[in-house]
């Protein structure tokens, strides 16, 4: 059927029109149908919605996904054919019946999620039921190969490459800032790739970018890597495991991340950049993603087992995840402490402790060591560290001789003071993400919050708890109000609770 | 924060608006999160997408759906500001958890689902949820009476109202139009809502629709119901149990009919025309929904618990659905089919011998006789049925003396003959089904199908196995081409299998 286009000035992320309700019965379709459009000698396959009056009979709304695909301009007439469904919708019916994917399948769902091939809610179908009905290791390490083979690879013709990459979950968790130079100072190429912050204060990427350039292109991380040992990056700038992206569009609305996606993730982005060695860091306690050791002991174990199959080398850090990581949270606030920290040669010892602690492991993987913990701290120590980070800084585009004192913060502040005296008894991570959102992070790079007493550590009346860094008013006004609604630093004395618990007055 | 509106001329079936990506970030949310756009007095709670270069900062797209609840117009200066996800995206994660959900939660997330609150995602999740992890007869009970409240109702003032319903899936099941007049002619009041078709040749509605307008407001269905008896009316165009077919939106694309789903939206339907005595027609074998008479009898005990706990009285007719009932597929082909079995007072026995079973069966209900058939074949016998339904017809602003003679068949005809000579051995409803569509059913009327030869009738060669009819030269063609490559008629003699099945040369 030939229909003139109406052309939606907006982007949906997939190949989509929309046909009058007379044409598209005409056509034979429905909602969810899938249609050839053709035009010129080109074509593309895009789902159908029916329009409810807007679209005349003998037009088709094509949004730009499409237009801009074929060339397509307003007034020009397309070529509209029914098609069935692509044979990714059935074999996501075939997981969603309980069944097992083949290799072969696999690559076909996810090549059609890199090309935008599935409407949403085929896409929600195939994450939930990866949720619901679950995945053996060998779709885990097939998925895996097809999400790195579906998008750009990195090949290093000599030296070891190495890699870490944290699970999440734990504010504050600067970490890489700290380990990508003490292992690239050892020799090791560690090609870094970092997400931004979705739902924390501030991802790698986002803390970063304070002292650098973050979106480099994959030609631009092998470069560096080669050059200066290695590179912290953004990695939603390359098209590494694209399919990741459009997975996550799914999985955080409905805060679900089934576990197969968590595991074929992270391995995809280390596969993709041709990784040997690869530490994976597990935050594990109350207000971490994961909640129990034993739990983080089993995803470790299917890490281990899913880099054996990969051909690369795995080990697991189950780290203390109930509290945030050093004492910032927000990109500049963490950024200074991370620097600060490797310009003094020490700082918070949940952060410096961790740093050396993942480094060293990675050390001793890529064989430099049999004591990976203390090399990693010689290393930090004599400065190779803050060396190799400043060169990471500069060839990324940054200043050389970068300071942490030249790291600007949120002038507006706030201070939380301890209306009782006694001992920090929880840190609640929730909060404390929520505080450094309201006021401003990650967009505000200067927002976020200070941490001045953790978990143990005594305090007396009227002294501060935390500070509200923002950059502008209403939104340190907002943190505030939530900060004194809602205590993240919990101060107990040495009666923890009473009954009855309330007071007679 | 204050955006300036730019109006998308066009209707996607939620509030949904698109900001700029510095903007969203500024506001703090991402994809999916929700928004609420203030605007005179007036606000609304919308989902987000992010534009990929389209909207500018400062500005954002505002869909019809919002546009037109707010009053928005182009340039118009609107407040946004961050919202919390409905309380019905936590309870979808609560089933997707694996919970039992209350009634109070059942009802929040239907209300949502009919309000148009919830993305395709959320959606997606609820009722694939439902298919993977399932509902208990509480549930079930629950999700029935929100979706009866969250609706139009009917209140018959006096009379015994009944109703029937089929779950579907065998081709040519035209009976309502024989059972409706056949129990109305015996005073009984029979508000009957139809569906038209989606996947297959012609729904109810679509048949009726040869004869009688059907999209009849809830207040018309009853008015005609109180003075004729009975009422073939089309449901989509009333209010009753909205969120159904919000629900098919989803469960088509995935080809799911979740169980609880099925059951709730069968059941609401009845309930909200107040129907106290139900027949449902379960038809049962090879390429229809339910494949075994055993599973067919699990459903039945299912609705007829369902019906106890909601107050109303339920009998299923487990019926054969491995071959299209009767001889006729398509609208006009089976409207003509049913109005002449009735003027002759015979014709083929699958449509006769079902429609009067399952008359007999709501007569029996009802407690007008026990031995319903032999009272459904009188009536039907003495020309009632016929003369129930030309009032109806008329009733609904058809012809009341309308004569199966005068339904206009599709003019382009072909006929698929045998190469054999033998007995039928099956009538494969997929084929036919596909064959009635592509000829142009359900929207070319007079499109369809009549079915020479049924399972076991004798057929020499050269005689015709089925008639394709269609309005349309081109859509024959594409029929027809269908039809050689697809048989859809088996004809085999005695010898049903060769071995080995080669035949030398």
Known sequence: ????????????????????????AEIGVVEGDRVRISFRGMDVSASVQIATGLIARGKIGVYLDVSEELGI??????????????????????????????????????????????????LTAFVLSNYLVGMDFDEIEWMTRAMIE?????????????????????????????????????????????????TSASGTADTMEVLANVNLSVSEIKEITERVGGVIAWGGATNIAPADDRIIRVEYPLSIDPRPQLLASVMAKKGAVGARHVAIDIPVGKGAKIASTEEGRKLAGEFVELGRRLGFNIACAITNGSQPIGRTIGPALEAREALKTMEEGRGSSSLLEKSLGIAGMILEMAGLTSDGYTMAKELFLRGKSLEKFREIVSAQGGDESVSSKDIVIGEKTFVVESKFEGAV?????????????????????????????????????????????????????????????????????????????????
């Open 1 to 24: 059927m030939k229909l003139t286009a109406t052309v939606l000035p907006i982007k949906v992320g997939r190949y989509s029109v929309v046909l009058n309700h007379d044409d598209s």
């Open 73 to 122: 301009e307003e007034g020009d007439d397309v070529d509209v054919h029914p098609v069935s469904r692509p044979l990714s919708v059935e074999l996501i019916r075939k997981k969603i019946e309980g069944k097992k994917l083949g290799r072969e399948e696999l690559y076909e769902i996810i090549e059609d999620i890199v090309e935008n091939n599935l409407t949403e809610i085929e």
């Open 150 to 198: 579906t998008g750009e690879t990195i090949e290093f013709e000599k030296g070891i490459v190495v890699d870490k990459h944290s699970i999440g979950g734990v504010p504050g968790n600067k970490v890489s800032l700290i380990i990508v130079p003490t292992v690239a100072s050892a020799g090791l190429l560690i090609p870094k790739t970092a997400s931004r912050a979705i």
């Open 425 to 505: 008894v929880d840190v609640e991570n929730s909060r404390i993400v929520r505080i450094a959102r309201l006021a401003g992070a990650p967009k505000d790079k200067g927002a976020g919050v200070y941490i001045h007493k953790k978990r143990g550590e005594v305090v007396k009346v009227g002294e501060p708890l935390i500070t509200i860094y923002a950059e502008k008013e209403w939104k340190l006004t907002q943190a505030m109000e939530f900060a004194i609604e809602n205590p993240p630093v919990i101060v107990s004395g040495m009666i923890l609770e009473r009954y009855p618990s309330f007071k007679y007055v």
